[in-house]
């Protein structure tokens, strides 16, 4: 599994702990890889950045039925304790938007 090892500038690098106590399954593992990648895609990011990719990626799963007003109620609920409360409210408004246009 690979395990985030941080360095003294607080940057996160990713390295593969072969002697894990957890053993994965494909789906996990597959999943897990996702998500790193996800991370790294977008660690780069401003919030601007995010936001139009944010935007873009929604906009994409409202036309192909991918995205559901549930979905963004569960994208909001994990995202936001990690967030500001400005980042919280922010976030708010623009899951709201997107729900307003399906």
């Given at each position: 599994?690979?395990?985030?090892?941080?360095n003294?500038?607080?940057?996160?690098?990713?390295?593969?702990?072969?002697?894990?106590?957890h053993?994965?399954n494909?789906?996990?593992?597959?999943a897990d890889?996702?998500?790193?990648a996800?991370?790294q895609?977008?660690?780069?990011?401003?919030?601007?950045?995010l936001m139009?990719?944010?935007?873009?990626r929604?906009?994409e799963?409202?036309r192909n039925?991918?995205?559901?007003?549930?979905?963004?109620d569960?994208?909001y609920a994990?995202a936001?304790?990690?967030?500001?409360?400005?980042?919280?409210?922010?976030?708010k408004?623009l899951?709201?938007?997107?729900?307003?246009?399906?």
């Open positions: 599994m690979k395990k985030p090892r941080f003294g500038g607080g940057n996160a690098q990713f390295t593969s702990n072969e002697n894990s106590a053993s994965e494909a789906a996990g593992g597959a890889d996702s998500i790193q996800a991370m895609r977008y660690s780069g990011m401003n919030e601007s950045q139009t990719e944010m935007l873009a929604a906009a799963g409202r039925g991918t995205l559901s007003d549930a979905d963004l569960d994208f994990k936001a304790p990690a967030l500001s409360p400005a980042q919280r409210d922010r976030l408004g899951v709201d938007s997107l729900k307003q246009n399906k």
